[in-house]
């Protein structure tokens, strides 16, 4: 069936023509039968369109002819000629083809653009391929025409792109054949199965891509969230200070992946990627697997991976060296070097300034030190109690400074250690400058931090100042007794990871107290990087060490941090150690317990003032009184003997807890104080962390089966001792550690009680630690006692004695 088009006048005619074995039939005579055939020479033949069938009734009934007004032609060819197409051929006589202007004036001079119109169709996808002719689109399994008018009011016809649209078809066709049957249709349909294949999808859609086709509704398809572009993938690894950074540039046609949304993907073992348009992208396996291994040697910071440099060896076995910045290839190469020249830890000689001969294994340690530095890596310094950590890192910073102009290193360490640490440099180091950050009145500013080599600070204060802090950017940091930040949870942990620093060292003498997660907090803190994210060392290490006691994962552990950290035990190193290792643990008052101090103090100042030089000995009494009770208040104000509540609060208490919790399981400990009243306080916190100990006063019958108990019984790890009751004849060679925790001025009785451990029988190295609060009668009497060693003596075995040893002087030096 053909129409055709000419222009009288101001009219449009239309006529028909109907076509059988390529010889017209007249419409007007035309006989129809059986309503759908036509008869001709006593044949017949079925109309099997009925839009066809409608247009031969319509112009049978019109004598095979429609004139359109020239008003309303317009209309009329867009809303009827132009869908009749599809069935018919419709010639237009006064249509001429486009000439180049006219293609240029429409904006028909560009290449034809291919586009694939997806949507629901039932249970089905109907597949609509279209090209797209400047402004009109055309589909392609259509036979319309393409008319348009110039801008004088002529309409001419574009020829379509048969070649294009050949080339169209075949690359539909080459993705799914069954087409082939459907060329016939307006529209191709598809099972939707077909569109939520991953695999299909990915292969047809890239090709289709690649072949300049654009594919439209997709996403809209129901039940369907599948990005249809292949992942785009680029890898860039550059080399910074103390680590390489990795930034991952993942696409998904034109929507970008960010770092976080790649991680939650490979965090939930899943190779799809949630974006940010609503659709999930496809990672393919191979990246998946790469990606998590990427993810496993750094940690996310910001918009990148951050792999620390002692994690070198990773960079190279996983990224493509194509990958690699030239910073990152030449750092690479430089530890490369390093690692196949390497023949051991340089020596260094210790630095000017240093006031103190350091035994071997602490230059070792020394050398360790400047060792990491060498290659900005940081460590965990993680020696025994009394072998001399501080020292050896004071030896280093004073090392730093010789080696040029460096900014201030942060020290933070428990309360009750900021007078230990002020005390060895005051020893050790007296050249170097310590800014304490510390109290009310505290400042923390970055010209007094320029000013000095060590800022000094609590835990508290880091938490409370963590503003302030992360605005220095510090050589070094040292957290001491590190355990204190094993919780990655802990606000403590958080702190210190916002500290910017050049390098970080952690020092503890209990690296792993409870599990093998304790390790990750520190070692995340000192490199961070080195052992991944929290959840991957969970799932790689923490979970099967100590839940399933996974030996092969364990071993892989300690491979992979042995270089970062160095632990040496009393055992070890005890050819180099005296047989007795004598430290001060200084334990600084609270708010309360200070103000109970300082009354009693002013009290009995006053008397003494008030006291005549000639006055009789029993004032004596009142004086020897008053230190006894300076002395109690030390401990705590519990001890006094009056009626009155002055609270309960101990730092020395405090820190001997603390000090047990983390010695007890290795080490036997004995603990003397003069005041029963002590060692109960002391007993009740032992009882409230079930930790088994044995108890010695005046009062315990059966000493032989007490000391016996403790000797033999593994389990009971403390011995608590008072001092009139187990100053002499006892012998506890279980114990290596003993705590005195109120000091008793004379020396020969403090060797007394810890002679109970170091005697004839021990094997093992002892340590005696004494608890002293700083600024107190008891920091004054250890002055006393250096300077005067025989009045030392006189003040224990001759109380009756005391005040007349004293001069009046060294009398009010005590209580002022």
Not at 422 to 438: D, I, M, N, S
Not at 787 to 809: F, G, P, V
């Amino acid at each position: 069936m053909h129409l055709h088009v000419s222009q009288q006048n101001e009219f449009y005619e239309v006529t028909g023509r109907l076509l059988l074995h390529d010889q017209p039939v007249d419409l007007t005579t035309a006989p129809i039968r059986f309503e759908y055939f036509v008869a001709v020479n006593k044949a017949l033949y079925l109309l099997e369109d009925l839009a066809v069938w409608r247009v031969i009734e319509f112009f049978k009934r019109r004598n095979n002819t429609l004139l359109i007004h020239q008003s309303k032609f317009r209309e009329f060819q867009q809303q009827v000629l132009a869908n009749l197409e599809d069935k018919l051929h419709v010639s237009y006589s006064f249509v001429r083809p486009a000439t180049p202007e006219q293609r240029a004036s429409s904006g028909f001079d560009q290449a034809p653009e291919k586009l694939l119109y997806l949507s629901d169709n039932g249970l089905g996808v109907e597949v609509l391929p279209v090209m797209r002719y400047g402004t009109r689109e055309v589909p392609i399994l259509s036979k319309r025409q393409i008319l348009a008018t110039d801008e004088l009011g002529r309409t001419f016809a574009l020829q379509r792109d048969t070649a294009a649209e050949a080339g169209f078809i075949t690359a539909l066709l080459r993705q799914y054949p069954t087409w082939q049957e459907q060329l016939h249709q307006a529209a191709f349909d598809a099972p939707r199965a077909l569109f939520l294949d991953e695999e299909w999808v990915l292969t047809a859609f890239e090709d289709w891509q690649q072949a300049g086709i654009s594919i439209l509704g997709f996403n809209q398809l129901k039940d369907n969230t599948l990005n249809p572009y292949r992942a785009r993938i680029s890898v860039r690894v550059t080399g910074e200070t103390n680590w390489f950074d990795t930034q991952l540039n993942v696409r998904f046609g034109q929507q970008k992946a960010s770092l976080r949304q790649v991680q939650q993907a490979i965090r939930n073992r899943s190779h799809y990627v949630r974006l940010d348009d609503g659709t999930r992208g496809i990672l393919p396996q191979e990246w998946v697997e790469r990606f998590a291994e990427y993810f496993a040697a750094g940690e996310v910071v910001e918009d990148r991976i951050r792999t620390p440099s002692s994690n070198f060896r990773l960079i190279q076995e996983l990224y493509d060296p194509a990958a690699l910045d030239e910073a990152a290839r030449a750092r690479l190469t430089t530890y490369q070097a390093a690692v196949a020249d390497f023949t051991g830890i340089a020596p260094v000689e210790p630095p000017a300034g240093l006031q103190a001969t350091l035994r071997e294994y602490q230059r070792q340690g020394l050398n360790w030190l400047n060792f990491l530095d060498t290659f900005n890596f940081g460590g965990c310094l993680a020696d025994d109690m009394g072998l001399g950590k501080t020292l050896q890192v004071l030896a280093f910073i004073l090392l730093q400074r010789q080696h040029g102009s460096r900014p201030a290193s942060l020290v933070v360490v428990p309360t009750s250690l900021v007078f230990n640490w002020q005390a060895e440099v005051e020893k050790f180091a007296p050249t170097l400058r310590v800014h304490v950050l510390q109290g009310s009145l505290r400042r923390a500013e970055a010209a007094l931090f320029d000013a000095c080599d060590i800022v000094l600070t609590t835990y508290n204060t880091l938490v409370a100042d963590i503003k302030q802090l992360r605005e220095y950017s510090f050589n070094y940091v040292f957290l001491d007794e590190a355990q204190a930040i094993k919780n990655p949870e802990s606000q403590r942990y958080k702190a210190a990871r916002l500290l910017q620093a050049r390098n970080r060292v952690v020092l503890t003498g209990t690296p792993l107290e409870n599990n093998t997660l304790d390790i990750y907090g520190l070692l995340s803190f000192a490199c961070p990087g080195l052992l991944g994210s929290l959840k991957h060392f969970k799932d790689l290490y923490a979970g099967p060490i100590d839940k399933f006691k996974d030996e092969r994962r364990a071993r892989e552990l300690q491979q992979r941090i042995s270089p970062f950290v160095l632990r040496r035990t009393k055992g070890q190193v005890a050819r180099e150690l005296p047989d007795k290792t004598e430290m001060v643990l200084y334990c600084e008052m609270g708010a309360e317990q200070r103000r109970v101090y300082e009354a009693c103090k002013k009290e009995y100042h006053d008397l003494l003032l008030g006291i005549h030089e000639d006055a009789p000995q029993k004032e004596s009494i009142h004086i020897l009184q008053g230190l006894t009770k300076l002395r109690q208040i030390c401990n705590s104000p519990a001890l006094l003997p009056d009626e009155a509540d002055y609270g309960r609060a101990s730092s020395k208490l405090e820190a001997l807890v603390e000090e047990v919790r983390t010695k007890a399981p290795q080490h036997k400990i004995l603990i003397f104080s003069q005041f029963v009243t002590m060692l109960n306080l002391i007993r009740d916190e032992l009882r409230t962390l079930d930790i088994p100990f044995t108890y010695l006063t005046g009062q315990t019958k059966n000493r032989a089966a007490t000391v016996a108990r403790f000797q033999m019984d593994d389990s009971v790890r403390v011995f608590l001792i008072s001092l009139k009751a187990g100053g002499t004849g006892l012998n506890l060679t279980e114990a290596d550690y003993v705590y005195l925790v109120d000091p008793w001025w004379n020396p020969a009785v403090e060797n007394q009680a810890i002679d109970r451990s170091h005697r004839i029988g021990q094997d093992k190295k002892v340590v005696a630690v004494r608890l002293i609060c700083p600024d107190t009668i008891e920091e004054k009497i250890m002055k006393l006692q250096e300077a005067k060693r025989e009045l030392a003596h006189d003040l224990i075995h001759t109380d009756a004695t005391l005040i007349k040893n004293l001069s009046r002087d060294e009398l009010r030096e005590l209580f002022r």
